[in-house]
């Protein structure tokens, strides 16, 4: 097995106001996974999120990457938040400079790297997000899809190793998340470590290797995908659906459609597939 | 502002080097300010609006309107200067008598408002210039070059970028709040205002802390810097600058006072 490169052991954290936001929070990484953390509002992921790039420090607990606990000082901590960047949900809040090229910059600039090798950087970024023919537009003139894409950029141009991303397809139109599902595809493939939260159980299901299942600051199941989306209960007591395709697979178990031993398809390809077998079978 | 934002951005001097646009738009409104002369001014402001229409393709009807903005204003201060009030009727052009007192213009005072009239219109119109050439950014990395303190600047460029999000942010409270009626009466206009400037403010405050979140998760650590974007430096520019003030200033000389009246 890969190595872990990320960790939470028992993090508790609670607002300024009191509320539990954790509550013993455990989640194990590893390099190169595609993880996805379901969970209604609330739940406690982006609060978790922000402890993975030491923004929020646990009141109990420890966040450890690459097996050290991680560093709330100076050049360590700078290093750490790094190695892990966060796109947050909403790019109106995370961008903050009027320009493309201002924006993409600021993260390799604090880096303290050259300029020749910051615009090296900020040129790669652009690139794999394709907006490189939006660096002289102004941030307020882009539409959503784009502005998201920016932000995507701004956090690759740091080139982190694990790249969190809160809820990236919400107020995506169906196009805009299917361009974003084939970056993410391609970072995976570069080997980067994904982490996504979500709300969109189809999604979560077909693309993640792991899933965590958030509700109230805990987590509730975590596992294969196949495996999570069995535990019907779990699901429902953290306040989500089960995918399209769980439902329709056992639907047509229970119409006598499949064998009640086939295999939970991944894609609807596979699912189409082994209705075919069937339907072939009693041809 | 918006829609000069707009022009700005499509105008066809964006290329040119934004310290050679501030300088001719500095140095001719300083040439205005400083004319004796009512046409060095009149002069300046013909060849601003040749530029801003020809050369910045900003059109026409757009810039004039831009133009009759200040007009109004400056309208009302040319009255108190044109007409002054005596007991005599002598250096009177014209007066006439409301009560004992006389109200008139004088040849002095007619010349000393033609003079701030065209000196206003000529200063204006090279910072609309400036304005419809040259976006805010770039405005803000050339006072940088000429050092002007970085939390200025930087509290410049986040205030240009938020100004856009809390219009945003404003226009559909204002949707929200007109389309349940907030804004039938007079009476729920009032109240709906206050209401739209409370929640604008608790969003702004939230906002401004998201966007702290997020600028420190990519190892913000109290300065904000970034790339600016490289012109090309043209030499033909500046000469072209200093060509055009020199003849302003020597017109300035020649023309002496240029009096209209008397």
Known sequence: ?283 | MINIDQYVYANKLLAVHPAEKSFLALATMVACLISTSIYTPIIAMVLMAGLIIFKAGIPVKFFSHLMLLPITFLVIGELTIAFSISDQPGGFLYHFAVGGTLIGVTAQDLNKAALLFSRSLGAVSCLYFLALTTPMLEIISVLRRLKVPALFLELMSLIYRFIFILLDSAASIHTSQSSRLGYVTLKSSFRSTSQLFYALFIRSFQRSQAVATALEARCYQGEIRVLEKKFPRSMRNYVFVIVVEMTLVLFNLYLGGGKFFG
């Open chain 1, 1 to 283: 097995m890969a190595e872990t490169i990320l960790e939470a052991e028992d993090i508790e954290y609670s607002y300024a106001d009191g509320t539990k936001a954790l509550r013993k929070v455990n989640m194990a990484v590893h390099r190169g996974e595609k993880i996805a953390v379901l969970g209604s509002n609330g739940a406690g992921k982006t609060t978790l999120f922000l402890h993975f790039n030491g923004i929020l420090q646990p009141e109990r607990g420890r966040v450890r990457f690459r097996g050290q606990d991680i560093s709330y000082k100076g050049a360590k901590l700078m290093e750490l938040r790094r190695k892990i960047g966060i796109v947050f949900q909403d790019p109106d809040s995370q961008l903050f400079s009027a320009s493309v090229l201002q924006e993409v910059s600021f993260g390799p600039m604090n880096l303290g790297l050259s300029e020749a090798e910051v615009r090296r950087c900020v040129d790669k970024a652009l690139q794999a997000t394709e907006t490189s023919d939006l660096i002289d537009r102004p941030t307020h003139m882009l539409s959503f899809g784009q502005k998201k894409r920016v932000s995507i950029a701004d956090i690759l141009a740091m080139e982190p190793e694990v790249i969190i991303f809160d809820e990236p397809t919400a107020w995506l139109d169906p196009r805009h998340a299917r361009e974003f599902m084939q970056i993410l595809d391609e970072l995976s493939q570069q080997g980067k470590t994904i982490i996504i939260s979500t709300h969109d159980v189809d999604l979560a299901y077909s693309w993640a290797d792991k899933l965590f299942v958030m509700k109230q600051g805990q987590v509730l199941t975590e596992g294969k995908p196949e495996e999570v989306f069995c535990r019907q209960d779990v699901i429902r007591a953290a306040d989500l659906n089960l995918p399209w395709l769980v439902e329709t697979h056992f639907e047509f178990i229970r119409i006598g459609l499949l064998p009640p031993s086939s295999c939970l398809p991944r894609t609807k390809e596979e699912l189409y597939e082994s209705l075919d077998r069937v339907q072939r079978n009693i041809g």
